[in-house]
């Protein structure tokens, strides 16, 4: 993948995980980034967009930033119904088109 | 609320096309543009493409030769058509809605898929 993601990720109830996401100059480091949450058998749904906004009804437990050519995913609080796997995606210049992470499989312990 | 529902051939042949269509049901098609992403059995999320609601398309360069797509807003459906299909082309595959945003005086783009169809598996078999 374009973007650069850890396979997997696990935490306790309560404890706070942090998903990472890299990418260059001509993705991240030039545009905003969103990320998807996918429950197992589940289409993804939109959970951060333009870096660090939250759609209606996603909880306040998730948030995220944009540092330079790399942006992270935390889940504060973590809750079992947070198993599922998370995707980063920005534009890609060179690509002309949107450009996704390998995607994080988050175990909750 | 708005709901979007993929349709079309759970099986093609290989070397055949596979064509699909997304309903959207309430709402505005206008404002957004209208995607269709792929993603492999146990493998991560592929863009193949967008078409806006005046016809025209922005397809992934690597599935371009094969690709065509198409919007009938009257009938508030949108339809992706991929030929000469191999067992690479065996995916879950998604319709969304994206928000496709430039504002060129602040160099300032958003483009991201805010709903999604549940999907539909396809799978290229003889």
């Known amino acids: 993948s374009v973007l650069t993601q850890p396979p997997s990720a696990s935490g306790t109830p309560g404890q706070r995980v942090t998903i990472s996401c890299s990418g260059s100059t001509s993705n991240i480091g030039s545009h905003t980034v969103h990320w998807y949450q996918q429950p197992p058998g589940a289409a993804p749904k939109l959970l951060i967009y333009s870096n660090d906004q939250r759609p209606s009804g996603v909880p306040d437990r998730f948030s995220a930033s944009k540092p330079g050519t790399s942006a992270s995913l935390a889940i504060s609080g973590l809750q079992s119904e947070d198993e599922a796997d998370y995707y980063c995606a920005t534009w890609d210049n060179s690509l002309g088109g949107p450009v996704f992470g390998g995607g994080t499989k988050v175990t909750v312990l | 609320q708005v709901h979007l529902q993929e349709s079309g051939p759970g099986l093609v042949k290989p070397s055949g096309t596979l064509s699909l269509t997304c309903t959207v049901s309430d709402g505005s098609l206008s404002k957004y543009v209208w995607t269709w992403i792929r993603q492999p059995p146990g493998m991560g999320l592929e863009w193949i493409g967008h078409?806006?609601?005046?016809?025209?398309?922005r397809n992934s360069p690597s599935l371009e030769s094969r690709l065509s797509m198409s919007m009938d807003t009257s009938k508030k459906q949108f339809s992706l058509k991929l030929n000469s299909v191999t067992a690479a082309d065996t995916a879950v595959y998604y319709c969304a809605r994206t928000f496709d945003y430039y504002d060129a005086p602040h160099n300032f783009f958003l483009y991201y898929f805010d709903l999604w169809g549940q999907g539909t598996l396809v799978t290229v078999s003889s």
């Open positions: 078409v806006s609601t005046d016809g025209k398309s």
